[in-house]
């Protein structure tokens, strides 16, 4: 969890949580971003997230990720 920003823009968004994402299509290639589900998410590894984008500015768009409901039938 983030309690300090480092990038101007985010410092309404403390705290934060960075998560780290394995790529179904690339397993090799990981991207690091915001989950904007909040702090307080039940977040656990291996739960799947879904690509979003927080909008900086009307020109500067960053990737972020949401949790995806589990399936139904799976905890």
Do not use: Y
Not at 14 to 26: G, I
Not at 46 to 72: C, I, M, Q, S, Y
Request: one cysteine or more.
């Amino acid at each position: 969890m983030c309690r300090q920003s480092f990038l101007p823009g985010f410092e309404a968004d403390l705290p934060f949580v960075l998560v780290d994402v394995a790529l179904d299509a690339q397993d090799d290639l990981r991207l690091i971003g915001r989950l904007v589900d909040g702090p307080d998410a039940p977040l656990a590894a291996g739960d799947r997230v879904r690509l979003t984008f927080d909008d900086l500015t009307p020109e500067v768009a960053v990737p972020a990720f949401v949790l995806e409901a589990a399936p139904k039938g799976q905890p």
